[in-house]
């Protein structure tokens, strides 16, 4: 295959590719650190992809921490 057919290939199935990976890396980390603590990791990773999101979008992190932290007494 031509490089621009490989380009095609993983524009088409980037998210199994995707998938395939993050699977691999998770099994990878399963049998090194355990399970318990790979979930840990993966979390943290989630958590910081999911701040940087919002900071791209120039939103305020200081309210979202707020909302996610606060009690059902503080949102009245």
């Known amino acids: 295959m031509t490089e621009m057919?490989?380009?095609l290939v993983i524009n088409k199935?980037?998210?199994?590719?995707l998938g395939g990976?993050?699977?691999?890396?998770?099994a990878l980390l399963v049998?090194?650190?355990g399970f318990w603590w790979s979930v840990f990791i993966?979390?943290?990773?989630?958590?910081?992809?999911?701040?940087g999101?919002?900071?791209?979008?120039?939103?305020d992190v200081g309210s979202f921490f707020k909302r996610?932290?606060?009690t059902k007494d503080d949102l009245d």
């Open 5 to 7: 057919n490989w380009w």
């Open 13 to 17: 199935h980037w998210g199994k590719i």
């Open 21 to 26: 990976l993050l699977g691999l890396v998770f």
């Open 31 to 33: 049998v090194n650190y």
């Open 42 to 51: 993966y979390f943290c990773i989630a958590l910081g992809i999911l701040i």
């Open 53 to 59: 999101w919002r900071l791209d979008l120039n939103k």
């Open 68 to 70: 996610v932290f606060s």
